[in-house]
């Protein structure tokens, strides 16, 4: 299982410099423009299992049951040792990241990268977990919420629609992240903090806000947060 704490975030520096996510991988349909390229020059992670990751990350980290929890850790340490890489979350002054890099560059009995290993920086991949990688992003984060708050609406009446909509406020303009991905803790400051100051919903919608939020994750297909307020 991946120790969050077993690595220096910044040995040298060399680690948090230029590694981003691979949002412009090449497909394969692409080979026959990129003969030039080595296997070096290549994004060593693909996308899909970088989504993978990600996507597995988030599970794991808005899990409230143990095995539940390591089953995610688990799964996430398995495919990315299939391709001989493996993952931490950082720390970037107040905001995790979570940063995936070659196994060889990780030195296991003294828990650190060693910067002598590192052939090439731009094969880590580093994905921000508190909001969006690019703030260019925002308006399809906010259209998915949208949508979201759309199905809930249909499913679930005005109340709860209501409920969604105040919610996709909170995760796009605060976060800047699809709902579904919001974890135990920003919900609880939605519900205790944003509500108050910035939302003024009805009664109505006061008496079913944990309802709705769960309703909400559950029409995304995600597992629901533990939910604290």
Not at 57 to 67: F, I, K, W, Y
Not at 102 to 120: F, K, M
Request: net charge negative; charged share 40%.
């Amino acid at each position: 299982m991946t120790d969050r704490n077993a690595i220096d975030a910044d040995v040298d520096g060399s680690e948090s410099s230029g590694a981003t996510r691979p949002s412009d991988t090449r497909d394969a349909s692409d080979s026959e423009d990129t003969d030039a390229e080595t296997d070096a020059e290549r994004p060593a992670l693909p996308r899909g299992v970088v989504d993978e990751v990600e996507r597995l990350t988030r599970l794991e980290r808005n899990a409230v049951d143990e095995n539940e929890i390591e089953a995610y850790e688990d799964r996430r340490e398995d495919l990315l040792d299939e391709h001989d890489f493996t993952a931490r979350i950082r720390d970037d002054d107040g905001d995790d990241v979570l940063v995936c890099h070659p196994a060889e560059w990780h030195d296991e009995e003294n828990g650190v990268i060693r910067t002598e290993r590192i052939d090439d920086i731009d094969r880590a991949v580093e994905i921000p977990l508190e909001g969006t990688a690019d703030p260019d992003d925002w308006e399809a984060v906010d259209d998915h919420n949208r949508e979201l708050v759309a199905a809930v609406r249909e499913a679930h009446g005005d109340v709860h629609g209501d409920n969604a909509a105040m919610l996709a406020d909170f995760a796009g303009n605060h976060y800047a992240k699809p709902i579904e991905s919001l974890t135990s803790e920003e919900l609880a400051e939605f519900g205790t903090d944003y509500v108050v100051r910035n939302a003024w919903p009805s009664a109505k919608q006061q008496e079913v806000i944990a309802e709705s939020i769960e309703h909400v994750f559950e029409t995304a297909g995600e597992p629901v947060p533990e939910i604290r307020f």
